[in-house]
């Protein structure tokens, strides 16, 4: 199983992200995936999540309204549209995958935003 994060980078304040997560060797359509982030010296915490089917998305207070979770079951892809960024939204970006007792994680892509 193979998860790979792509489309991090750095950017000012106010500006966009789009990040991709490809996944292989798994069924994609069954699992809930998720985007985490994790800054330095922090825990690792949960930005958005998507059901598999992607009838149902889930944010953390932090990035409502600014940030859309999507997938693309046919591309095996998820998707996080990131707007308006913030400062404080720097950290390494982590894609996951879960189903059941199944639990991937990919290697992770860096974000950056400058003031």
């Known amino acids: 199983v193979q998860l790979v994060e792509s489309g991090g980078g750095l950017v000012q304040a106010g500006g966009s992200l789009r990040l991709s997560c490809a996944a292989s060797?798994?069924?994609?359509?069954?699992?809930?995936m998720r985007w985490y982030r994790q800054a330095p010296g922090k825990e690792r915490e949960l930005v958005a999540g998507?059901?598999?089917?992607?009838?149902?998305?889930n944010y953390a207070d932090f990035v409502k309204g600014r940030f859309t979770i999507s997938r693309d079951n046919a591309k095996n892809t998820v998707y996080l549209q990131m707007n308006s960024l913030k400062p404080e939204d720097t950290a390494v970006y982590y894609c996951?995958?879960?189903?059941?007792?199944?639990?991937?994680w990919g290697q992770g892509t860096q974000v950056a935003v400058s003031s």
């Open positions: 996951n995958a879960e189903a059941g007792q199944l639990n991937y």
């Open positions: 998507i059901h598999s089917t992607g009838i149902r998305t």
């Open positions: 060797g798994l069924t994609f359509s069954w699992y809930e």
